[in-house]
C-alpha cells in the first residue's frame, strides 16, 4: 500500500542549482546589471593599480622617497595580486562567491584608505600588499563569475564587458585620478578610490545572486580534471610571453615618441589617448572574435604586436607613423586580457574559477617580468633594440599560440 502511495506522488523536483549559467536563451536586464557591476569592479581595482603612474612625484614628494621608491608600489601590488589570484580558488571551497567579491573590494578599499593616509615607505608597502591581495582576488574570480551571470550564448560577450574595465582604466581611470591628484592632492585620490570600492562592494552584494560553489562535470568526491593540461600550458606561455613582450616596450612609449618622434608632452597625451580608445575597441572586437576561434584570435593580436612594435622601431622618427603604429599596438594589445580568458574558459571549462585565477596570476607576473626586462635591456641596448627584442618575444608568442594544442572544439 504504501508503494502504491509513494507510486502516484508526483516526485520532488531537485532543488535550483544556482551554481549553473542560465538555461534561458536570452539574459536578462538584471543580469546585465550584475555584469556592469562587475566591470566598474575590474575598473576600480585596475586604477587601484595604476594610480601611482599619474601621480607619482606628488606622492614621493609627500612620502619622502625617491620617484623610484614610489614607482616599486606597482610591482609589490603586482607580485602580491600574482600570488592571491591562482590562490584564492583553491581556498574558498563551498563559500559565496558574491560574498567574497564584495569583501575582497572592501579590502582593497582598506588598502586604498592606507595608502592615503601612508606617512613613509613602510606604511605604503603594507598598504599596497593589502591593495594586491583585494585586486587578485577579485580580477581573478570576475570573468568566472560574469560566465555564471548570462544566458550561455552571451558568455563572451559578459567576458569581454567583465574585462573592459581593465581597458576602461588605462584610458579613463588613471587620468581622472592623475587630475583628482592635480586639484585635490594624491592623498585625496586614493581616498575617493577607497570611497568608491565600498559602494561597490554593496552594490555587488545588491546586484548578484548567490553564488555557491560551480557544478563541476567530475563525480562528486571524486578527483578534479586536471589543470595542467596542453592547452591551459599553451595559453599561459602565449599571454605570458606576450604580456612580458608588451610591458617592456610600452613603459618606454613615451621616452620614445618624445626622443624619436619629437612630440610634445600633449602630443604625446593625445597618442595615447588614441592608444587607450583603441584598446577598448580591440577589447570587444577580440571577445566577439575569441568566442569562436580561440587560436586565430590570439594569433592575431600577437602578429598585431609584434608588427606594431617593428614599426615603431623602424619608422619611429616619423610622428605620423609612430601615431599609426601606437593605434595599432593599442588595438590589438586591447583583446588580450579577453581573448586570453576565452581561451583558459574553453581550455579547463570544469575548472574555470581556477584556469581564470592561475591566468590572472600570471598575467600580472608577465607585467612585473616585462617591466623588469624592458629596464633591463634599455639599460644596455638603448630603445631601439628594446623595441626589436619586444617584437621577437610578440612573434615568439606567436609561434606558441600557433603550434601548441588549444582548447578543444565545443560539440
Given at each position: 500500500?504504501?508503494?502504491?502511495?509513494?507510486?502516484?506522488?508526483?516526485?520532488?523536483?531537485?532543488?535550483?542549482?544556482?551554481?549553473?549559467?542560465?538555461?534561458?536563451?536570452?539574459?536578462?536586464?538584471?543580469?546585465?546589471?550584475?555584469?556592469?557591476?562587475?566591470?566598474?569592479?575590474?575598473?576600480?581595482?585596475?586604477?587601484?593599480?595604476?594610480?601611482?603612474?599619474?601621480?607619482?612625484?606628488?606622492?614621493?614628494?609627500?612620502?619622502?622617497?625617491?620617484?623610484?621608491?614610489?614607482?616599486?608600489?606597482?610591482t609589490v601590488t603586482g607580485l602580491v595580486a600574482a600570488v592571491?589570484?591562482?590562490?584564492?580558488?583553491?581556498?574558498?571551497?563551498?563559500l559565496d562567491r558574491r560574498a567574497v567579491l564584495?569583501?575582497?573590494?572592501?579590502?582593497?578599499?582598506?588598502?586604498?584608505?592606507?595608502?592615503?593616509?601612508?606617512?613613509?615607505?613602510?606604511?605604503?608597502?603594507?598598504?599596497?600588499?593589502?591593495?594586491?591581495?583585494?585586486?587578485?582576488?577579485?580580477?581573478?574570480?570576475?570573468?568566472?563569475?560574469?560566465?555564471?551571470?548570462?544566458?550561455?550564448?552571451?558568455?563572451?560577450?559578459?567576458?569581454?564587458?567583465?574585462?573592459?574595465?581593465?581597458?576602461?582604466?588605462?584610458?579613463?581611470?588613471?587620468?581622472?585620478?592623475?587630475?583628482?591628484?592635480?586639484?585635490?592632492?594624491?592623498?585625496?585620490?586614493?581616498?575617493?578610490?577607497?570611497?568608491?570600492?565600498?559602494?561597490?562592494?554593496?552594490?555587488?552584494?545588491?546586484?548578484?545572486?548567490?553564488?555557491?560553489?560551480?557544478?563541476?562535470?567530475?563525480?562528486?568526491?571524486?578527483?578534479?580534471?586536471?589543470?595542467?593540461?596542453?592547452?591551459?600550458?599553451?595559453?599561459?606561455?602565449?599571454?605570458?610571453?606576450?604580456?612580458?613582450?608588451?610591458?617592456?616596450?610600452?613603459?618606454?612609449?613615451?621616452?620614445?615618441?618624445?626622443?624619436?618622434?619629437?612630440?610634445?608632452?600633449?602630443?604625446?597625451?593625445?597618442?595615447?589617448?588614441?592608444?587607450?580608445?583603441?584598446?577598448?575597441?580591440?577589447?570587444?572586437?577580440?571577445?566577439?572574435?575569441?568566442?569562436?576561434?580561440?587560436?586565430?584570435?590570439?594569433?592575431?593580436?600577437?602578429?598585431?604586436?609584434?608588427?606594431?612594435?617593428?614599426?615603431?622601431?623602424?619608422?619611429?622618427?616619423?610622428?605620423?607613423?609612430?601615431?599609426?603604429?601606437?593605434?595599432?599596438?593599442?588595438?590589438?594589445?586591447?583583446?588580450?586580457?579577453?581573448?586570453?580568458?576565452?581561451?583558459?574558459?574553453?581550455?579547463?571549462?570544469?575548472?574555470?574559477?581556477?584556469?581564470?585565477?592561475?591566468?590572472?596570476?600570471?598575467?600580472?607576473?608577465?607585467?612585473?617580468?616585462?617591466?623588469?626586462?624592458?629596464?633591463?635591456?634599455?639599460?644596455?641596448?638603448?630603445?631601439?633594440?628594446?623595441?626589436?627584442?619586444?617584437?621577437?618575444?610578440?612573434?615568439?608568442?606567436?609561434?606558441?599560440?600557433?603550434?601548441?594544442?588549444?582548447?578543444?572544439?565545443?560539440?
Open positions: 500500500m504504501s508503494t502504491t502511495a509513494s507510486s502516484s506522488t508526483p516526485p520532488t523536483p531537485p532543488p535550483a542549482d544556482h551554481t549553473r549559467r542560465p538555461v534561458t536563451p536570452n539574459t536578462t536586464p538584471r543580469q546585465w546589471t550584475s555584469v556592469a557591476v562587475l566591470s566598474l569592479s575590474t575598473f576600480v581595482v585596475v586604477t587601484s593599480e595604476m594610480l601611482p603612474v599619474g601621480v607619482l612625484t606628488p606622492m614621493a614628494e609627500g612620502l619622502d622617497v625617491s620617484t623610484g621608491a614610489a614607482g616599486s608600489s606597482l592571491t589570484a591562482p590562490l584564492v580558488p583553491r581556498l574558498l571551497g563551498g564584495a569583501a575582497a573590494m572592501v579590502v582593497l578599499a582598506l588598502g586604498n584608505l592606507l595608502t592615503s593616509l601612508a606617512a613613509d615607505f613602510g606604511p605604503l608597502v603594507a598598504s599596497r600588499v593589502l591593495l594586491g591581495a583585494g585586486m587578485g582576488a577579485v580580477w581573478g574570480l570576475a570573468a568566472a563569475v560574469a560566465l555564471r551571470l548570462v544566458a550561455p550564448r552571451h558568455a563572451a560577450l559578459a567576458v569581454s564587458l567583465t574585462v573592459s574595465g581593465v581597458a576602461a582604466a588605462s584610458v579613463a581611470g588613471v587620468p581622472v585620478g592623475t587630475v583628482v591628484g592635480d586639484a585635490l592632492g594624491w592623498r585625496a585620490a586614493f581616498a575617493l578610490l577607497a570611497a568608491a570600492a565600498v559602494l561597490l562592494a554593496l552594490a555587488l552584494l545588491a546586484a548578484l545572486p548567490r553564488l555557491p560553489r560551480p557544478a563541476t562535470a567530475h563525480p562528486a568526491g571524486g578527483r578534479p580534471p586536471a589543470l595542467a593540461t596542453p592547452p591551459v600550458l599553451v595559453g599561459l606561455g602565449a599571454v605570458v610571453l606576450l604580456v612580458t613582450a608588451h610591458f617592456a616596450a610600452y613603459t618606454y612609449v613615451r621616452p620614445v615618441l618624445e626622443e624619436r618622434a619629437g612630440l610634445g608632452a600633449s602630443a604625446v597625451a593625445l597618442v595615447l589617448l588614441v592608444y587607450g580608445l583603441f584598446g577598448l575597441v580591440g577589447n570587444f572586437a577580440a571577445g566577439a572574435a575569441a568566442a569562436r576561434r580561440q587560436r586565430a584570435t590570439l594569433v592575431v593580436l600577437a602578429a598585431g604586436i609584434a608588427a606594431a612594435v617593428a614599426l615603431l622601431a623602424l619608422l619611429g622618427t616619423v610622428p605620423v607613423a609612430a601615431g599609426l603604429a601606437v593605434a595599432l599596438w593599442g588595438l590589438a594589445y586591447g583583446g588580450v586580457s579577453v581573448a586570453g580568458q576565452i581561451w583558459m574558459t574553453r581550455a579547463a571549462p570544469d575548472r574555470v574559477e581556477q584556469a581564470t585565477g592561475l591566468y590572472v596570476g600570471a598575467f600580472t607576473a608577465a607585467i612585473a617580468l616585462g617591466a623588469l626586462v624592458g629596464g633591463s635591456v634599455v639599460g644596455v641596448v638603448g630603445v631601439t633594440w628594446l623595441l626589436w627584442c619586444a617584437a621577437a618575444l610578440a612573434v615568439t608568442s606567436l609561434v606558441v599560440g600557433l603550434l601548441g594544442p588549444g582548447p578543444r572544439a565545443r560539440g
